[in-house]
Nanobody, 119 residues
């Protein structure tokens, strides 16, 4: 069973930056497509970004141009760099993974990390 461990997050003022990390416990990170989702209080979980092993990336319109997803295969880690943060970015952020060769829903999820953007 794959395990995803998240780190990063916290509190930041509007306009600030944070970086989230998601590290897999197994040795098969470079076979995964990775994604990020978030869930704000009282709202459903929503898609934020995704990245495939070949470097293709996608972003939700709400974060495009401000967030960047990237990976370090040597560290088995996916990152989400978040810049120009807004109060509406406040949410619990989750990373997810699935085999890149098997399209479909994500099979593994991180524990979630809180991001709070406020003055």
């Amino acid at each position: 069973q794959e395990r995803l461990v998240q780190s990063g997050g916290g509190w930041v003022q509007p306009g600030g930056s944070l970086r989230l990390s998601c590290t897999t416990s197994g040795g098969t990170f470079n076979t995964y497509s990775m994604g990020w989702y978030r869930q704000a209080p009282g709202k459903e979980r929503e898609y934020v970004s995704a990245g495939r092993r070949n470097g293709d990336t996608w972003y939700a319109d709400a974060v495009k141009g401000r967030f960047t997803i990237y990976r370090d295969n040597d560290k088995n880690t996916e990152y989400l760099q978040m810049n120009s943060l807004k109060p509406e970015d406040t949410a619990v952020y989750y990373c997810a993974a699935r085999l890149d060769s098997v399209p479909g829903p994500y099979a593994y999820w991180g524990q979630g990390t809180q991001v709070t953007v406020s003055s």
